[in-house]
Structures are given as C-alpha cells and as structure tokens.
C-alpha cells in the first residue's frame, strides 16, 4: 500500500516534494495546499487537487503523512505543533540553536494528537547530523567539524526575505579555504563560527527602501549572521534572475580523532555532499522520512522523533531481506 503525502506548501521545496514522490513508487502524492489561491496553483502531477491551506484539516482522512514546507523562521514554529494535533508531519526545520525548544513544543501537540511527527529533516540538519553522530560514536577522542558551501541557504535567504523593504534575496554560504585545510590536517584547531564560514547575501530591494536599515538588519541577525563575517550586495530582480537562479549547495562533516593506547594513531573521517539543488535533495531526504513517519504511526507511536530516532531500515523501500542481501 502507498504512503499518501499531503504538502503544506508549494515553493521550491514542496515542488521537490513532488518531484521525490515520482521517484518512489511506494509514495502516492494525495493533495497540495497552498496560501495561494488553489486557482492560481500549477503542480507538476495530473488529476491531483490543490486546496486553501485554511482546509487542511477538512482532508485529514485522505492524508497518511503531511510535510510541511514552510520556513524555519517564522512558519514551522507555528504550523509544526498546529498540524501535529490533526496528521502525523514532516518538517524541515533547520534553525539549529531552537531545534530543543521546538522538539518540545511539537512533542507535547503530537501526543496531544495521537500521531508522529519528524522535525529538522534534510541535509543539515538531517544527514550530516547522523554523519556527526556515527563518527562521535566511533571515534570518541576526537573533534566534531562541519563546513557549509558554496551554496545557497534556503532558511538563510528566506529569513532575509522576511525584512521589512526585501523583495527577494539569496544567501551563499561559503567555507573558508583555510579553515578546511586545517581540520584535514588533523591539527584539531579550535575555530569559531567566524573563521569557519563567510556569509555573502544578495538582496533586491524595495523602490525607496532603508538600504542601510535592511544591512543593518541582516548582519545582526541572530542565529543568523550576526556571529558571521557577512557581505550584503543589493542588486536588481533582473540580476538575481540572471546570476543566482540556482539553488545549489553541499558541504563536508569532518570528524578527526585519535585511537591506542597512548592515543597514537589519528584518523579521519569525512562525509561531503555537493548538490545541484538543495531543494530537491532536502526534499528527498523528506521523503525517505515521511516513509519511515507512516510506519512508525502504524506500530501505534505517537510524539516527536528526529532522524537520530529512526532506524535506517525504516527510512527504506527495501524489505529487510533485501537489505541484508544488497546492502549488508
């Protein structure tokens, strides 16, 4: 039987919902909802219905998992706990420093509700939080390190859009070279946040708009920029089409760590993903997740979980016959 998904959204990662769906057979995409006029909606999937977002609930009964594709700034700490009451959801939410507090809040709202829901789903947080997790595991003298980029940050350009005079922006996130070559010398330098990555915003403003309020702003967002070395370039709607159309990103975890008895041996462990649309691999780690949300809702689990609490085998089409055969 396939896993019905509904998707609370549609921009550039509820389209790569849709695509992901295509690509899983046991996956059946049931509805779209969207704050546009449903009218005005175009999805990629013949005979399949776009709905007010304000109806979500009215088609509860036809929904087995719903992902939520909003943003991590202001739409996910609302709709996460508002949805978890009435369907067992998938989130992407990825503002690492409230991941405790929101895990709390959509905890309490899915027991509540009696259903399952999986936040901060994606590459990061998402796979690079089990790469980080494996390694620790395995390497318990050792240090954690992650780079992000070059690529584009969908939370972090959305947070900018958020800003009273922005029309549109893309945030690049960018490693500093000398930073990466330390760590895989296996030197284990302490750096902070600031001597790991550059943050480098594109922004198109209002007509009229507060320029230096709107920079203001961005560099001292928290959680955000303001522990950053960041740039801001305001540029024109033609230019941001022309230049930063893409979505791409990627990065390294890197863990390094010693082992014997006097600690003598070191080691190197290193994950890296380079993608050309963030989007569409978030999105497929979602779907993944949203597999693994229905089966855990059918063993009668109800509350939060993060990926950390999924056994792989569950985010797998595969039986576990074939796993052991293919993969083991």
């Not at 049931?30 to 007010?52: H, K, M, Q």
């Not at 990061?124 to 620790?136: C, H, I």
């Not at 549109?168 to 030197?187: C, F, G, N």
């Not at 403003?205 to 560099?219: K, P, W, Y």
Request: charged share 25%; hydrophobic share 40%.
């Amino acid at each position: 039987m396939s896993v019905r998904i509904g998707i609370m959204g549609y921009g550039n990662l509820g389209r790569g919902i849709e695509c992901a769906i295509r690509n899983n057979p046991d996956l059946e995409l049931a509805c779209v909802f969207s704050r546009r006029d449903p009218a005005n909606v175009r999805i990629l999937t013949p005979g399949v219905p776009v709905y007010s977002a304000d109806t979500a609930v009215e088609h509860k009964a036809e929904i087995d998992v719903l992902v939520l594709c909003g943003g991590s700034a202001t739409d996910l700490p609302r709709q996460t706990p508002e949805f978890a009451r009435h369907f067992n959801v998938v989130d992407s939410f990825d503002t690492h420093a409230r991941i405790p507090e929101h895990f709390v809040a959509v905890d309490a709202a899915a027991r509540e509700g009696g259903h399952v829901a999986v936040i901060s789903c994606g590459w990061d947080p998402g796979m690079f939080s089990l790469a980080r997790l494996y390694a620790g595991a395995i390497l318990p003298d050792g240090k954690d390190y992650t780079f992000w980029g070059k690529g584009v940050s969908q939370g972090h350009s959305d947070a900018i859009r958020r800003i009273e005079g922005v029309v549109d922006a893309r945030q690049y996130t960018i490693p500093v070279e000398a930073a990466l070559e330390a760590v895989r010398s296996s030197t284990a330098p302490e750096l902070s946040a600031r001597e790991k990555h550059l943050r480098e915003c594109f922004v198109v403003a209002e007509d009229g708009a507060d320029l230096e309020r709107i920079e203001r702003e961005i560099v001292t967002m928290p959680n955000y920029f303001a522990d950053y070395d960041t740039t801001v370039h305001f540029i024109t709607r033609e230019e941001l089409c022309r230049d930063h159309a893409g979505i791409p990103h990627g990065g390294f975890v890197i863990r390094t760590g010693k082992t014997g008895w006097n600690s003598e041996h070191s080691h190197i462990v290193e994950y890296s993903l380079k993608l050309d649309s963030n989007p569409e691999f978030t999105a497929s780690v979602i779907a993944s997740v949203a597999r693994a949300a229905k089966r855990m809702a059918d063993r009668g689990e109800t509350g939060c979980r993060t990926m950390f609490d999924i056994p792989p085998a569950m985010l797998s089409p595969l039986s576990p016959e074939e796993l052991r055969k293919c993969l083991l």
